[in-house]
């Protein structure tokens, strides 16, 4: 549906782009492994059933509606090759016929004509969970067709979408790292869609409570930064590195001292909260102080790259789950990393202390190709112990302390502050997202990954 | 006797008593370091021994030991 409405969208204006429809090579070419010798057309939104008819009658093509056939689907295989079907709801026609004939008419000044394609060849899934069949069920009774058939069409239709989106081959297929361009973004804030995104963090406080931050750094010139350390006999000035390069993902300005771009709110708030030492040591209750002075100074959102390991079947911190269930209540959102505990395939670890608290974020990591980060922890032990969305985490590059000013490291430490710093996107682009609404329409708006909800939650974080 | 560090949650219903809990805790033998208003924690030490004491106070909901984290050094991959 999603898919529909964005190609509405992209097409609404009544003027008609000059450029030719989209037609593929294989076009020209006769039927091919995968395809069934047939076309789909896909015409222009707005397009009416008068340009479609003209466009039947122009390439010699008695065209027929799919609505006409009230007992069930056309017969496609039965179609003579002067005949094509249109489907007037998702201004698609299938037509038998060749393919240079579509083309000329295609190609003339006036088409309605988006985009020709082979028709592929679709296969049910053979691993449909039951209750999903029967859910499918009622459609079929009630149009008398078949589901695969109509599943079919969707595939293709959003096939079709996918290609002239440009947007075809984004989700890789296993096995290949995709060459990302990082020129002038990073390829975690690419794959979040922070580049397009219009909100920028402005008037959202994001606390990062990790080991502090290189308060000279130049990028950060002239930012608000508020900081505080919680631990004993430091300054807040990292000594580490790890809150240096956290703080930049979740806040790291529009145009830095060398591109890429890596943060993702560029006009949040800064607050940065040291809870582990320049060792990088920390413990419980600094961690929980940190937490209290980020709700008490009304930050949205806390990111917390830290985490202690736990074993299969253990609870959750119920002092740390309280903490976190009142600081939603009172409008701040803990998001922390899931940990880097597995070592894929062989080891599978379970989601980190806190993370594995039901009232907090649980941020596992992908590679650029998608992929479920080799150390990241999984979803194993029960209430509360899931991961709830994915995050970049591999090759990621941001901000580390002076002289170096970058580094590109990977963990759920990093693909944290992507969701940390995204969620300050949708908290200035909705005062009601907050606490745990604004953990809902995280979840709600992630984009589905081909892979285990036990390693990646509801998908992958996406910028509003 | 040895000192264990802990963290403490109060319940609901003493959310707004934290004052009160964190007096009875410091007579409990508690080293009360940090009260926490919003969160209703209480975090700091005692002897080991007498943790269960503060199990018993009206309001004190979960009493943990405190965990310890470590990050991995600076120069690791894998953060």
């Known amino acids: 549906m999603a898919r529909r409405a964005r190609t509405r969208s992209a097409s609404s204006n009544t003027g008609r782009p000059a450029a030719d429809p989209q037609i593929p090579a294989s076009v020209t070419g006769g039927p091919e492994g995968g395809t069934t010798g047939r076309y789909l057309v896909l015409f222009r939104e707005g397009a009416g059933a008068a340009s479609i008819r003209n466009f039947g009658k122009a390439a010699g093509v008695a065209m027929a509606s799919a609505s006409d056939f009230k007992e069930g689907a056309p017969e496609l295989s039965k179609l003579a090759s002067d005949e094509g079907v249109v489907f007037p709801d998702l201004g698609v026609a299938v037509v038998n016929t060749p393919p240079e004939q579509i083309q000329s008419v295609a190609a003339a000044a006036d088409s309605d004509i988006l985009a020709i394609e082979p028709e592929r060849i679709v296969y049910a899934f053979d691993d449909l969970p039951a209750w999903s069949a029967a859910a499918l069920q009622p459609a079929a009774v009630a149009t008398g067709v078949p589901i695969d058939y109509f599943r079919g069409y969707r595939d293709a239709v959003n096939h079709l979408y996918d290609k002239l989106a440009g947007t075809a081959g984004e989700l890789a297929a296993e096995g290949a790292t995709p060459l990302v361009s990082e020129t002038e973004f990073t390829w975690g804030l690419q794959a979040t869609k922070v580049p397009a995104s219009r909100f920028t963090g402005k008037g959202i406080r994001v606390a990062v409570l990790d080991t502090g931050f290189d308060l000279g750094h130049p990028d950060f010139a002239g930012r608000r930064v508020t900081s505080q350390s919680f631990v004993q006999g430091q300054a807040v000035q990292d000594g580490n590195g790890h809150g240096t390069h956290c703080i930049g993902t979740a806040c790291g300005p529009k145009r830095p001292g060398t591109l890429p771009r890596y943060g993702v709110a560029f006009e949040s708030d800064i607050f940065a909260g040291k809870v582990l030492s320049n060792q990088g040591s920390g413990g419980d209750a600094g961690i929980l102080a940190g937490i209290q002075w980020a709700v008490t100074n009304r930050c949205a959102i806390v990111s917390m790259s830290l985490g202690a390991g736990v074993m299969p079947g253990q609870s959750f911190s119920q002092v740390f789950e309280q903490a976190a269930s009142r600081a939603l209540a009172a409008g701040t959102l803990i998001i922390a990393a899931a940990g880097n505990d597995s070592r894929r395939p062989q080891t599978l670890k379970p989601v980190s202390h806190p993370a594995n608290c039901p009232s907090i974020m649980a941020v596992a990591a992908i590679d650029s190709a998608f992929r479920t980060a080799f150390f990241s922890n999984q979803g194993i032990n029960p209430q509360g112990g899931q991961i709830d969305i994915a995050g970049p985490g591999v090759d990621v590059r941001s901000s580390w302390p002076r002289p170096n000013l ?43 990954l081909n892979l285990s909800a036990r390693d990646v939650g509801a998908g992958l974080v996406q910028a509003p | 006797m040895a000192k264990v560090r802990l963290t403490l949650s109060v319940s609901d219903s003493h959310l707004k008593k934290l004052g009160t809990v964190a007096k009875a805790a410091a007579k409990a033998g508690m080293k009360v370091e940090q009260t926490h208003k919003t969160l209703g924690v209480l975090s700091g030490s005692i002897d080991a021994g007498k943790v269960e004491k503060l199990r018993a106070i009206d309001g004190v909901d979960r009493v943990e030991e405190e965990r310890t984290f470590q990050l991995p050094p600076p120069g690791s991959p894998v953060q």
């Open chain 1, 406 to 448: 970058y580094n590109t490291i990977s963990g759920t430490s990093m693909a944290t502050p992507h969701v940390a710093g995204i969620a300050a996107l949708w908290a200035q682009s909705n005062a009601a997202f907050r606490g745990r609404s604004l953990m809902s329409v995280l979840t709600q708006s992630a984009r589905r």
